[in-house]
């Protein structure tokens, strides 16, 4: 590789760097939508604390469980501390969907909110309804996480 070349790679790379730092924002000046540098999506800032949703690239296709094991295990995968997140309860992810309706590419999303001993609650991200789906059927899920600014 000539000097010439290698000139032009770091150019690049301190280019790309800076379209990064343009594209993702800083916690602390974060808004509604924002994207964090960690690919998390703000949905909630409210006295000094943010509820973020993981990057779509961490959701699951699963059935209900307890633990959403699937779900940890993907944010693992990721880079992420899986013990800072949670899947949210229904109240979340219909808050989630009626600030970023634009958030969710499933139809179904699953939520930690238990119904009776065979359902659980789920959110239709495609028309905005909440309904009461058994437990064995396969939703998309998205795991949340509150952090201090």
Request: hydrophobic letters at 40%; a negative charge.
């Amino acid at each position: 590789m000539t000097q010439l070349q290698q000139e032009v790679q770091n150019l690049e790379a301190e280019l790309q760097e800076f379209q990064e730092e343009l594209y993702f924002v800083d916690i602390e000046i974060a808004s509604v939508g924002d994207v964090l540098k960690d690919g998390s999506i703000v949905l909630q800032k409210s006295n000094g604390l943010l509820l973020l949703v993981a990057p779509e690239s961490t959701e699951v296709k699963v059935k209900w469980s307890k633990e959403f094991a699937e779900v940890f295990q993907k944010l693992k995968e990721q880079g992420f501390n899986p013990s800072q997140w949670f899947v949210p309860t229904l109240e979340q992810l219909h808050l989630a969907y009626e600030t970023l309706p634009n958030l969710f590419s499933s139809v179904y999303y699953w939520s930690s909110t238990e119904g009776t001993g065979k359902t659980s609650w789920c959110k239709n991200c495609a028309v905005g309804t909440i309904i009461e789906g058994s437990k064995v059927i396969t939703h998309g899920v998205r795991a949340f996480r509150c952090v201090s600014y």
